[in-house]
């Protein structure tokens, strides 16, 4: 369950940005969630309260928006949405695809007051 | 300014509102606040991140080769961490940082080989991370040209997203716990370098498929690769000190 460590990590993102951008409160949070990054949206919702209790984001709402995951070929140059790791190339068949997009989890935007 | 009109804080002058009462100001209606939208655009794992490269440019500097050990509990790390202590030449600098929830006691197993250990209790935790390692090196301080191990919590899924500066993580899997796993658990097996089949002594008594595991692994991560032995009879482990040796070179040169 390293999403509670991760909800920590934005906590702290969030005092860091509270300090820069002088808030002092968080009203929302906005995540970006790559499909094959090791992050689990659910478990992410389930610490996140709790976590952000007493802080600066004290009862914030939390927006996630999921990424798709995209991959390419180096055997066929094809591109192509990619759901788990273990997909294969739907144009020629092979394993060895690379992933271009969709592993990242980031905070992309707050409201503040 | 004033909220509901508009006005400025000063020079005040009477004026009325809807209700036509003239005032000077104060009105007792909460100021309404300005909401502010922020964009981040920051990695979550971005500080772990940086951990992370500060513990890499340190093992760079001092020429130390770190690995990192994943595995779920009971795959033999620690096993064939001693193992790997005993067999590699006694002039080979040598520390072990423990990764478990609780106890000391891998790394009571550790110093009973003679090699310096550090353990790390994560608590709740159930990885270790960048920032843990970094105090572990503060406290243990790996001399130049030496090995470090890391031991991980046993977790096949949390340690796969956390870099901790090593050079390669290492996944070790026994064949007892089914030739699935790299499908089951791919963050794992896609961040890993080598992946050890462990336990292969035990291979007559069981139904795991050899073939179609490395397959598997193969899927997820197509440069992965595969060393297969056992830490009980000592079956292929002249491989993986080879490996290991070989790999620390490498790292020396790059």
Known sequence: MHELSLCENILQMIEQQA????????????????QLSCVEPEAISFCFNEVMSGSVANQAELKIVMLAGLAWCPTCYHHFEILQRYDECPNCGRYDVQIVKGEHMRISELEVI | MCGICGCGERPLTAHTHDDHTPHDHHHDV?????????KVEQDIFAKNNQYAQLNREYFRQNAIFA???????????????????????????????????????????????????????TG????????????????????????????????????????????????????TEGEDKPLKYPDMFHAAELMILNKIDLLPYLDFDVEKCIDYARRIN???????????????????????????????IA
């Open chain 2, 124 to 175: 709740k935790g159930c990885h270790l991370d960048a920032h843990s390692i970094a105090h572990a090196l503060q406290d243990q301080i790996p001399g130049p040209n030496s090995l470090v191990f890391i031991e991980n919590v046993g977790n096949l899924v949390c340690p796969a997203a956390f870099d901790l500066g090593e050079a390669y993580k290492v996944v070790v899997l026994s064949v």
């Open chain 1, 19 to 34: 300090k820069d951008q002088k808030f002092t409160r968080v009203l929302t949070v906005c995540l970006e969630i790559g």
């Open chain 2, 30 to 38: 909460e100021q309404p606040a300005t909401v502010r939208r922020i």
């Open chain 2, 222 to 252: 197509p440069r992965i690769k595969v060393l297969q032995l056992s830490v009980k009879t000592g079956q292929g482990m002249t491989e993986w000190l080879q490996w290991l040796t070989i790999s620390q070179r490498l790292s020396s």
């Open chain 2, 67 to 121: 690995l990192n050990f994943v595995s779920s509990p009971g795959s033999g790390k620690t096993s064939l961490l001693t193992s790997t202590i005993t067999q590699l030449p006694a002039d080979c600098a040598i520390s072990v940082i423990e990764g478990d929830q609780q106890t000391t006691l891998d790394a009571e197993k550790i110093r009973a080989t003679g090699v310096r250990a550090l353990q790390i209790n």
